[in-house]
Structure formats: C-alpha cells, structure tokens
C-alpha cells in the first residue's frame, strides 16, 4: 500500500538521480551506467511498461516507450534519437519539487508537482511534471508514467 512518505521518498529519489548523472559526467565518470541504473532501479522498463514524455521532446520521438528512448534522453549520443543531446548531463547542481500534490491509490501513487533545476552554470528553470509510481513485488517503488512539459506562457 502507498503511502504519502513514499511519495516524498521517490520524488527526492527522483531529483537526486538527476544530479547524479550529471555529476559522473562532470566528474569524468561513466554518466552512461548511472543513467542506466536509475532507469533500473527507478523505472519499470525492466519489468513493464513505462509511459515517459520527457520535457524537450517532439515529432515521432516525443514518447519514449523503451529504455533505449529514455536513456538517450538522459544522455544523447544515439543515432536513433539524433535531437537528443542529454537532458541530465547539464549538469544539474540542485533539483527540487515544489507544489506537489497526489492521489494514493492501492500500490500506485499519481503524482503532480513542479519541478526546479539549478545548473552548474546557475541557470534554473522549472518544470510541469506528472509520476505515476507503483511500489512493484520486488518492494521498490518504481515510475511508470513520467510527462514533462514546460509550464504554458501565454
């Protein structure tokens, strides 16, 4: 059963990991394992099916139905994903969620909540997104919805 501190857990697990790889890839590290880790550990690309619209996306490529979509959001450098330069390699230096709010519902939690990013270079911007994460059998909680969009200026 969902519970509310386990919605505050995978959303902070959530912005940590975004700083994450984009520290191994500041750093010299292997941003691509740590990118593949969290979409392991945090989504459930492993063991079903993910619904992800990553914020900078488009065209015939704005859903990333596969890990291989989503990893080339993260960190570009896949010729089948050419407009994707690697979203989380900035690096982000500090992400955060504000104004969040949420809906439990059995092993599932649905999710709404603005999301900041601080850059190494102090640029910030933020963002609209939507989670649904579902605590799965192994006992993680994992993300199987994930849209993302900037928010609407008219």
């Not at 230096?93 to 709404?112: M, N, R, T």
Request: charged share 25%.
């Amino acid at each position: 059963m969902f519970t509310e501190a386990m919605v505050y857990k995978a959303l902070q697990t959530w912005c940590d990991n975004v700083v994450a790889v984009g520290r191994a890839h500041s750093e010299g590290g292997d941003a691509r394992a740590v990118a593949m880790q969290v979409l392991s550990d945090n989504y459930d690309y492993d063991h079903g099916k993910v619904l992800f619209k990553p914020t900078l996306t488009f065209g015939t490529q704005t859903f990333r139905p596969t890990k291989e979509g989503a990893l080339a959001y993260f960190i570009g450098g896949n010729e089948a994903f050419p407009d994707d330069t690697g979203f989380k390699l900035k690096p982000w230096v500090k992400v955060w969620y504000s104004k969040e709010d949420f809906i439990l519902h059995g092993d599932l939690a649905i999710v709404q909540c603005n999301v900041h990013f601080i850059g190494q270079d102090d640029t910030h911007i933020f963002v609209n997104k939507s989670f649904v994460f579902k605590e799965c059998e192994d006992g993680r909680v994992r993300i199987i919805l994930h849209q993302s969009s900037l928010p609407y200026r008219p």
